[in-house]
């Protein structure tokens, strides 16, 4: 595990993000993650008690466990990018067995994929690392290609293989994002009903959001896509890092149509600060009552240095943890597991805290 210099090594300039302590909305108005959380905030919930079982059961997983914290691995890219773009790197990936034995090697909470890479080894593993099924999906073989997310499973298939979870995306802003948002928040209940949490992969798609910027990864967009998603009951956010604030305002230079926002939310809720910027993510989410998790993102040269900058911020800004794949999944095997573990060193560390 890294020791504080290392990570401040790894920062470089972005070394200041641990020195940073003035936050537009302050600690006392977020919910701070905690080890208890499952007892704090979701007992409360309408949840029922085998939700809370298997949340408790996750969050006292790996090398995070009872902390309030969780790292997850997700590979469910093998639809989401094709198995071609995401496995060529690393073929051994091609085998679902080696999904999870990376999760279990790595100490992670929890891993996330699809029906099919979990449901082939449920019977080893589902008794070993909570299971999380991804049941939609973009499917990326229709020419052109199209973005929907489409159901490869269902709720019962993924209970009686003994997953803890479920997962769904939405694309918030499509021309196909109603009709996701009906059929997971049916998921969503049905998955409650049955036990289990739910996940949602809270995402922007409509490339109107492209203008003078790419404001998919903007904290005032992607925090109503949070709000949205935690309306239907998502147990977890997963939430892009924000890059950038103003997509509302990009949107409606010269328009009068889209949506609704007050300029508050970038004077006085929010700065330029990346911490700033996820905080504001949070808020959205029951002001951190329910967690948030960032993605990881693509795969790239310093993917330690990148993935640990994210951790950085996100525990800053009060969320919850990192769900990262690719970064890991496409190094070998033990660089793979190096990566995940200096993610979870971020969490581990007491000098570094929420502002």
Same mark, same amino acid.
């Given at each position: 595990?890294?020791?504080?210099?290392?990570?401040?090594?790894?920062?470089?300039?972005?070394?200041?993000?641990?020195?940073?302590?003035?936050?537009?909305?302050?600690?006392?108005?977020?919910? /701070?993650?905690?080890?208890?959380? /499952?007892?704090?905030?979701?007992?409360?919930?309408?949840?029922?008690?085998?939700?809370?079982?298997?949340?408790?059961?996750?969050?006292?997983?790996?090398?995070?466990?009872?902390?309030?914290?969780?790292?997850?691995?997700?590979?469910?890219?093998?639809?989401?990018?094709?198995?071609?773009?995401?496995?060529?790197?690393?073929?051994?990936?091609?085998?679902?067995?080696?999904?999870?034995?990376?999760?279990?090697?790595?100490?992670?909470?929890?891993?996330?994929?699809?029906?099919?890479?979990?449901?082939?080894?449920?019977?080893?593993?589902?008794?070993?690392?909570?299971?999380?099924?991804?049941?939609?999906?973009?499917?990326?073989?229709?020419?052109?290609?199209?973005?929907?997310?489409?159901?490869?499973?269902?709720?019962?298939?993924?209970?009686?293989?003994?997953?803890?979870?479920?997962?769904?995306?939405?694309?918030?802003?499509?021309?196909?994002?109603?009709?996701?948002?009906?059929?997971?928040?049916?998921?969503?209940?049905?998955?409650?009903?049955?036990?289990?949490?739910?996940?949602?992969?809270?995402?922007?798609?409509?490339?109107?959001?492209?203008?003078?910027?790419?404001?998919?990864?903007?904290?005032?967009?992607?925090?109503?896509?949070?709000?949205?998603? /935690?309306?239907?009951?998502?147990?977890?956010?997963?939430?892009?890092?924000?890059?950038?604030?103003?997509?509302?305002?990009?949107?409606?230079?010269?328009?009068?149509?889209?949506?609704?926002?007050?300029?508050?939310?970038?004077?006085?809720?929010?700065?330029?600060?990346?911490?700033?910027?996820?905080?504001?993510?949070?808020?959205?989410?029951?002001?951190?009552?329910?967690?948030?998790?960032?993605?990881?993102?693509?795969?790239?040269?310093?993917?330690?240095?990148?993935?640990?900058?994210?951790?950085?911020?996100?525990?800053?800004?009060?969320?919850?943890?990192?769900?990262?794949?690719?970064?890991?999944?496409?190094?070998?095997?033990?660089?793979?597991?190096?990566?995940?573990?200096?993610?979870?060193?971020?969490?581990?560390?007491?000098?570094?805290?929420?502002?």
């Amino acid at each position: 595990m890294l020791q504080t210099k290392e990570i401040q090594e790894l920062l470089g300039k972005d070394a200041a993000l641990l020195e940073f302590s003035s936050p537009k909305i302050d600690k006392k108005s977020i919910t /701070v993650p905690a080890k208890e959380v /499952v007892d704090t905030t979701f007992s409360y919930s309408d949840r029922n008690n085998r939700v809370l079982g298997n949340l408790a059961r996750m969050y006292s997983s790996g090398n995070l466990a009872n902390t309030g914290y969780l790292s997850i691995l997700p590979v469910d890219q093998g639809i989401e990018h094709s198995a071609a773009a995401s496995f060529a790197k690393n073929p051994m990936f091609f085998d679902a067995e080696n999904i999870v034995k990376l999760a279990i090697a790595a100490g992670c909470n929890g891993v996330a994929s699809t029906l099919g890479v979990l449901g082939i080894v449920s019977r080893k593993y589902a008794h070993k690392i909570p299971f999380i099924v991804k049941l939609n999906h973009n499917e990326l073989l229709t020419s052109p290609n199209t973005f929907d997310q489409v159901m490869f499973g269902t709720v019962d298939q993924a209970y009686n293989m003994g997953a803890a979870g479920v997962g769904a995306t939405i694309y918030y802003g499509s021309p196909e994002s109603n009709r996701q948002i009906v059929e997971v928040s049916k998921m969503f209940a049905h998955a409650h009903s049955k036990g289990m949490f739910t996940i949602l992969w809270c995402y922007l798609r409509n490339s109107d959001f492209k203008t003078d910027k790419d404001y998919h990864a903007s904290a005032d967009l992607t925090g109503q896509a949070n709000h949205l998603g /935690v309306t239907i009951e998502a147990d977890i956010i997963k939430q892009k890092l924000p890059e950038n604030n103003g997509g509302y305002k990009a949107m409606n230079s010269g328009k009068t149509s889209f949506g609704k926002y007050d300029q508050r939310i970038y004077t006085e809720l929010c700065s330029d600060n990346p911490i700033d910027l996820a905080r504001y993510q949070l808020m959205n989410n029951y002001a951190g009552r329910i967690p948030l998790i960032n993605s990881g993102g693509a795969s790239g040269k310093n993917d330690i240095a990148a993935a640990v900058r994210t951790a950085v911020i996100n525990k800053r800004a009060g969320g919850s943890g990192l769900i990262l794949g690719r970064k890991a999944f496409q190094k070998p095997f033990e660089q793979g597991v190096e990566i995940i573990q200096a993610v979870q060193s971020v969490y581990l560390n007491p000098d570094i805290t929420v502002v």
